[in-house]
């Protein structure tokens, strides 16, 4: 590593030349998210903590944003439940723009697959399929939970 872009044997291309310290066991809402990165969703101009889950297989969007969003898409994506700890949620897939928001480096817009579901009373969640399989990432928990660093890049 050279300042904070991600080098892999030392190559002179970076693999991920975008960082960003990620909120480590930080409280939202009754829950703890375990890792959390900050992003902005579509065009809605407050950035949001979200939940990087490299075990959920979907990405998911709930709540106020949910319902904002549901109104603006409609239900014309692909309906489907999703069996989750808090219980099956309803919801439709959309493409999204997901934008990582970096401190070093680039920030990065990639196109998500998310479901969008109202019901959902979770932290919005970066799931695997239809997002972290589009992009690079790698943390680096660091010594402290201050010192971790999210590297990210477009895959490929």
């Known amino acids: ?13 970076p693999w991920a030349g975008s960082s960003a310290r990620p909120l480590i066991a930080t409280e939202h809402e009754g829950a703890i998210l ?3 990165v900050a992003c902005r969703i579509e065009d809605h101009p407050v950035e949001i903590e979200a939940l990087l889950d490299t075990g959920a297989t979907w ?16 239900t014309s994506g ?15 897939l959309h493409e999204l723009e997901v934008v990582l928001v970096a401190e070093r480096g680039e920030s990065i817009s990639l196109s998500a697959t998310m479901l969008v579901a109202p019901g959902w009373t979770g932290p919005v969640v970066l ?12 943390l680096d928990p660091g010594v ?11 895959a490929g």
């Open 1 to 13: 590593m050279l300042g904070h872009t991600l080098r892999l044997d030392d190559a002179e291309e």
């Open 34 to 36: 375990t890792v959390a």
């Open 59 to 74: 990405s998911i969007i709930g709540g106020p944003l949910a319902r904002v969003l549901e109104a603006r898409l409609g």
């Open 78 to 92: 692909h309906a489907m439940i999703l069996s989750t700890r808090f219980g099956r949620i309803h919801g439709v």
């Open 127 to 138: 799931g695997y399929q239809g997002f972290l399989e589009r992009i690079r990432f790698a």
């Open 144 to 154: 402290a939970d201050d010192d971790a660093w999210f590297f990210f890049a477009h």
